[in-house]
Structure formats: C-alpha cells, structure tokens
C-alpha cells in the first residue's frame, strides 16, 4: 500500500511518458524484455485480457529492459500489442530496476488511482479476478 515510484521514460517516438501522467486510472505496471521467454508468455495472456479490462479505467505500462532498440521496437510492433511501451534502453542498469526491487522478469504491480501499489506479481490468470471482472 505503498506510492509507487513514479517513472519516466521514452516510448516508442521519443515522448517521455511518466507514471504520474496516468493519476486517476489504475495502471497494470509490467516490467519485461524481448529477451524473456516468460515476459513475452505473460505478454500474450495479458494482451488477450486488454479487450475484457483496459480501457478508460486501467491503462497498461509496458516498461521495457531491453539494451537493443530493434529488439524492444520489433515486441512493441506486435499486432496484438496493447497499451503505452517505454523504455530507456538501459537493461538491468536502468533506474526502475532498483527503484521497484526487480530481480526477475515479468514483475507486474497493479496501481490504483491515487498511484498506490495495490499488488505485485499478478499474473494474468489472476488479474481478472483482483480486479472484479471474471463474467
């Protein structure tokens, strides 16, 4: 129940993108890389699950620990990608590393409206359920 650290760094076309931005939507936080074969599993679950729970109410935060820009790019030009994809190309020496305690990827926090970590480590399977949308 914590702030989460606030994050700001570049998407795709260069605009810095801050978890700040998002205040007043909860945010799915997903920590991954290209790299990661279980990042890009739950990536595919969490993409198939947009339709059902993103939108107005939650945005997803895709934060990137890539070192290579084609890499992080070809992922984000995925046609079933969702939400907003940043990244500073940094990799494990990248800032949020630290600043939200990443040992391993995909890490996934849901944050609520006010910028409050309601949840670390969500997967896919049970993020219909902590949100209130099994139908």
């Keep these: 129940g914590s702030v989460g650290?606030?994050?700001?760094?570049?998407?795709?076309?260069?605009?810095?993108?801050?978890?700040?931005?998002?205040?007043?939507?909860?945010?799915?936080?997903?920590?991954?890389?290209?790299?990661?074969?279980?990042?890009?599993?739950?990536?595919?679950?969490?993409?198939?699950?947009?339709?059902?729970?993103?939108?107005?109410?939650?945005?997803?935060?895709?934060?990137?620990?890539?070192?290579?820009?084609?890499?992080?790019?070809?992922?984000?030009?995925?046609?079933n990608a969702k939400g907003i994809h940043v990244s500073d190309l940094q990799y494990w020496d990248s800032p949020v590393v630290a600043s939200y305690h990443i040992e391993q990827l995909p890490v996934v926090y849901l944050i609520d409206e006010k910028g409050i970590i309601m949840g670390r480590n969500i997967t896919a399977n049970e993020l219909p359920g902590i949100l209130g949308k099994n139908d």
């Excluded at 606030?6 to 205040?23: H, N, T, V, Y």
């Excluded at 007043?24 to 790299?35: E, T």
């Excluded at 990661?36 to 107005?56: D, F, H, M, T, V």
């Excluded at 895709?62 to 290579?68: A, I």
């Design 5 to 79: 650290p606030d994050i700001a760094l570049p998407d795709p076309q260069g605009e810095i993108i801050s978890l700040s931005s998002l205040k007043g939507r909860q945010v799915l936080l997903v920590f991954r890389a290209s790299w990661s074969s279980q990042s890009l599993s739950e990536i595919r679950k969490l993409y198939a699950l947009y339709p059902k729970i993103g939108g107005n109410s939650l945005e997803y935060l895709l934060v990137s620990l890539d070192r290579s820009r084609d890499s992080w790019l070809s992922s984000v030009n995925d046609k």
